[in-house]
């Protein structure tokens, strides 16, 4: 599993900003296979379904958004 931030959404990442986007995540995850992806601390005004397809166009495994309180099993 990956549990990963996401920061700004599907994109782009500002230049010199030390966060990941969805394109990014993806290719992380399309790199290491985990068997999931969580994202987590999507920026205000940045959209959580866009962030998810933009990290599917690479890998295509289970993706979702995760928010405060979220249990994941491991």
Do not use: K
């Not at 394109?23 to 959209?47: E, K």
């Amino acid at each position: 599993m990956l549990l990963v931030e996401a920061s700004f959404g599907p994109g782009p990442v500002p230049e010199g900003a030390a966060h990941l986007d969805g394109p990014a995540v993806g290719r992380l995850a399309a790199r290491t296979q985990p068997s999931r992806v969580l994202l987590t601390h999507v920026l205000p005004g940045r959209s959580g379904p866009s962030t998810v397809a933009s990290v599917r166009e690479s890998f295509d495994g289970p993706v979702e958004l995760v928010a405060p309180g979220t249990v994941a099993d491991v």
